[in-house]
């Protein structure tokens, strides 16, 4: 039997019971073949955390939860157990998942186990405060295929009197107790989001979080926590994705007695909760995992998760299409006869996706009007959409339209219209930025406008494909329409009902694909995957800069999310960087082109073309299969990703070197992931391999390595390899 074979039978066999609970020790364990999760109920009723880390294959190891001894009055044993879900209530300091305060006054909760229930990979824990008030409903659930667990958690007030939340995190995640551990988290700004960062975790608390509204470009909802040092390929890493597009917090802590926890979910910035009795209040979802083999095959996990279980479709959606999008080409000055003109150039390129973007509705000829009158401008396409959208689609292409849809210029009829629709404070100044205001999307009749205008477009003309933009951050968050208990709420009833909208226009419109852009790479995050096809990484597209922002991306997400332009030089940093050099790094995701192909040159042309065949050959193995980043850029001269498809035939090596000094040759590249017993056949596309033997070795590809030759500043390569025999 082939290994993937024997490992499709064990994953079946354990998900039959990838959740069990032993009753004598009073212990759950959340097992898969690559990793195992464990708590118990402790003599005194708390559920405590007792494992997470490879896979175990004897559950009689684990121990029961237990009471610890109190080390002093200042550290008593309250504060030395790890708590699944701690209540702020006695002697308990550190981040609590839930703080709430009753109407009476009492801000005292001390939740213990109350009943359980088990239900395929699922698992539902229900813990009750001390005095039988507040209820915390665990929801676990665990991806055999991954060994992901994700949590979410629905809090419910049961007694009578009301209470407000205070923070309801979604989860708590103990790591073993322990030493030598360290952060990494992707941090950044506009035009240069998802840096990877990497400290050492030492104690105290480090916020990871943002307060802007979305998901924002400075700090994004993922962590991922080493022991040892780990690197690609070796080491323990415990990682993390919060599925949430508005305020989010993750903090790191680690307490006094070596003890780290990730505490995350909503913000508890400007958050208050009111919840009355009988009601209940739902925590968006966290999803955590590890990986025994660094941090490549944490983000392989994540990915894979990502493409099964969470994309729209999941293992049923298509690759991502080769897209052309206007803005860089065009900015604001879109026309019929000017879109005609690309249209015909995209096509003959290979594009099948022909996106027009900002600047086709109301009075939008600079970003000063027009945001909010979303009917068609009739200077620029005086009869209508209808001719442009026929003509590409004659031409093969389907059509995509871009919309900045929660937003209003005060330029607008929309505003003139319905001044009180955006988040304000009466009397207080409104903040423009990019000279707009943000809708209050929390509003019931500001979510069915949105939802009325973006079915009516995609009802009324051929669409495939909304890029939907969101230009700027949240200020004066002001609901003053509803009761003033109610008013903070607004942070979140915005996101749930941007949720809803997506939701339900896809729902509707089952062909129509979304890509969610916020400025680049500002709302990007495992909650609003459940509803886009792919996500604007940056509007920085420049070429190089761009290598170190998809190493980042890569951590966490998936290249089949990554749209990645070709654009024209000089770009960003005033910097040049050769055509195929821009499609190559573009081609490590869901590619697009940016250019104005009305200046394109005879060989910009033919290049173009190849390279947009060669992306067909190639962008299953790369957006479905499995990534090895092999040189980070980060670290590197030269950068280099390695793609295998999950059938294991194809392989696809990119490289890029940056600048050549003193006339030295690129590191060797050691392949990874390949079967050592096959031999693979090479294909190169300009004759930069070294190593001139047409087939080798898996094993050879990855001792020895391959050579290249990359010279100059800003060369780059890839190599196919096709898998010919086993051995
Ligand atoms: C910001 C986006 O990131 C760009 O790609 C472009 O769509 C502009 N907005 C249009 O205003």
Redesign the pocket.
Known sequence: MCRAAIFAVFVSALSAQSIQFIPAKKVFVLSSPHSTYAMGVSPDGELQHLYWGAALWRVDDLPAAERKRDISSFDPHEMLEAEEYPGWGGPRFYEPALKITRADGDRDLVLHYASHKIDGDRLLITLRDIKEDVEANLDYRIYPDTGIVSRRVQIVNRSKQAFTIESAQSATWNLPEGDGYRLSYLSGRWAAETQLNREPIHEGMKVLESRLGESGHNLNPWFAIDQGNADEQHGSVWFGALAWSGNWRITVEQTPYKQVRVTGGLNTFDFAQPLNPGQSFDTPEFFAGYSANGFGEASRLLHNLERTHIEPGGATARVRPVLY?S??AT??NVDEPGQRALADKAAKLGVELFVM???WFGKRNT?NAGLGDWTVNPQKFPNGLKPLIDHVNSLGMDFGL?V?PEMVNPDSDLYRAHPDWVMNFPGRPRSLLRNQLVLNLARSDVRDYIFGFLDKLATENHLRYF?W?M?RIFAEPGWPDVPLDQQKEIWRQYVLNYYEILRRLREKHPNLEIES????GGRIDLGVLRYVDEV?TS?NTEAFDRLRIQEGFSEAYAAKFMSAWVTDVPNMNHRSTPLSYRFLVAMQGALGI?SNLNKFSAEDTELATKMIALDKRIRETVQMGDLYRLLLPSENDTASNQYISKDGKEAVLFAFRHSQEYNTAPPTIHLAGLDPKATYKLETIDNKLVEKQPELSGAYLMQNGLNLILRGDFDSTIVLLHRVSKD
Do not use: H, Q, R
Request: charged residues 45%; aromatic residues 20%.
């Open positions: 999008n803005w860089e900015e604001f973007d900002d600047g970003d871009w900045e890029k933009d230009n852009c916020s400025g680049g604007w509007d940016g």
